[in-house]
């Protein structure tokens, strides 16, 4: 089965830079979409990145284009999240998921392997 690990976060001021890291083992994800998704306390799991299996498509919550962006090296079988212009809305706990797709959805329930989150703080 394919395991995913979220690695990279933590505590940042506003408007600094943060990149999380998805590293897969067991299988290969040439041809996985790979999705990023946040959740906050009491709110529930929202979509904010995700690129397909080619790295050629990719989708942006609206709430984060322009600051973060979604990037894969299959050669090192991890997809990347760099997110700039951090703001206190940002933190949450941060999950990367894997779906054999060509394109990809910011929808969780498309998703069929989860990572187990890393959490992201952006406060002063």
């Known amino acids: 089965q394919l395991q995913l690990v979220e690695s990279g976060g933590g505590l940042v001021q506003p408007g600094g830079s943060m990149r999380l890291s998805c590293a897969a083992s067991?299988?290969?994800?040439?041809?996985?979409?790979i999705g990023w998704f946040r959740q906050a306390p009491g709110k529930e799991r929202e979509g904010v990145s995700c690129i397909g299996s080619s790295g050629s498509r990719t989708n942006y919550a609206d709430s984060v284009k322009g600051r973060f962006t979604i990037s894969r090296d299959n050669a090192k079988n991890t997809v990347y999240l760099q997110m700039n212009s951090l703001k206190p809305e940002d933190t949450a706990i941060y999950y990367c998921?894997?779906?054999?797709?060509?394109?990809?959805?910011?929808?969780?329930?498309?998703?069929?392997?989860w990572g187990q989150g890393t959490q992201v703080t952006v406060s002063a």
């Open positions: 998921a894997a779906v054999v797709l060509k394109l990809c959805t910011l929808r969780p329930r498309a998703y069929d392997y």
């Open positions: 067991r299988f290969t994800l040439d041809y996985y979409a």
